[in-house]
Nanobody
Framework: QVQLVESGGGLVQAGGSLRLSCAASGRTFSVYAMGWFRQAPGKERDFVAAISWNGGSTYYADSVKGRFTISRDNAKNTVYLQMNSLKPEDTAVYYC??????????????????WGQGTQVTVSS
């Protein structure tokens, strides 16, 4: 019912920037909170950022606060993750996900029902 497709990943040097996009299908996109997660090799998937249904509230993992910005454009059915001041430890596959909820700032991936396939972000030192 919902399809999420991430794009914008790539290779960047430490200190650089990338903007990830997540294009979502479905007319109900705008009523759900969205999140970004990441998974590094050999590690579990971690929460990165979340945004409420209308973009009015955002929440970030401490590791990315001040460097990353999540936003959304409901008219385009797209959520973004602007990543600045990238560090090697940001290297991971980044996934966008649609929450079961509209406003809850949720870092628990079990509360997201739809996931994209991921886009690789590699930050070199």
């Amino acid at each position: 019912q919902v399809q999420l497709v991430e794009s914008g990943g790539g290779l960047v040097q430490a200190g650089g920037s990338l903007r990830l996009s997540c294009a979502a299908s479905g007319r109900t996109f705008s009523v759900y909170a969205m999140g970004w997660f990441r998974q590094a090799p050999g590690k579990e998937r971690d929460f990165v950022a979340a945004i409420s249904w209308n973009g009015g509230s955002t929440y970030y993992a401490d590791s990315v606060k001040g460097r990353f910005t999540i936003s959304r454009d409901n008219a385009k059915n797209t959520v973004y993750l602007q990543m600045n001041s990238l560090k090697p430890e940001d290297t991971a596959v980044y996934y966008c996900a649609q929450s079961f909820y509209s406003r809850t700032m949720d870092r628990d991936g079990r509360h997201y029902g739809y996931w994209g396939q991921g886009t690789q972000v590699t930050v070199s030192s």
